[in-house]
């Protein structure tokens, strides 16, 4: 079995996909209606449909797993879904409910450790119970 190695940006530029399954780019070379998801979600929209290309750029150290980002096309993009005002309260509460210490009840305002020494307690509570020593 013969491994594709990825010596140069000349490797990695396949537009025809003759020799990868979708359309290859080096990096920093793709079309300009061809972004990647983190481009997107920056301009306030996701991915309609899947990849429908890929850039590629050499590693050194690794000249058989070159890096990898998958491109969309722009003009198949579609809105962000925005959540409902039921959902953005779950999620309020969920997040109060991580900052709230089980031992004392208290708001934190961070959220709480569930790894030794803390194991979900505030910091308070952990030097009440002698697992930790706090500074004066």
């Known amino acids: 079995m013969v491994t594709q190695r990825y010596l140069s940006h000349f490797d990695c530029h396949d537009p025809t996909a ?3 399954p979708i359309p290859t780019y080096a990096w ?10 983190r481009q997107l979600r920056a301009a306030g ?4 449909q899947h990849a429908v290309a890929q850039m590629l750029r050499p590693r050194k150290r690794r000249p058989t797993q070159p890096l990898r980002a998958w491109l ?3 003009e198949a993009a579609v809105p962000k879904r925005v ?3 039921a959902q953005l309260d779950a999620i ?18 961070y959220c709480l450790a569930a790894s030794w020494p803390c194991l979900g307690e505030c910091l308070d509570c952990t030097a009440a119970a002698g697992r930790i020593q706090l500074a004066a």
């Open 72 to 74: 969309y096309d722009i």
């Open 28 to 37: 920093g070379r793709a079309p300009d209606h061809l972004v990647t998801r």
């Open 83 to 85: 959540p409902s005002p």
């Open 18 to 20: 003759q020799r990868h």
């Open 92 to 109: 309020g509460k969920a997040l109060r409910a991580r900052r709230t210490c089980p031992a004392c009840g208290q708001d934190v305002g």
């Open 45 to 48: 929209w996701s991915p309609g």
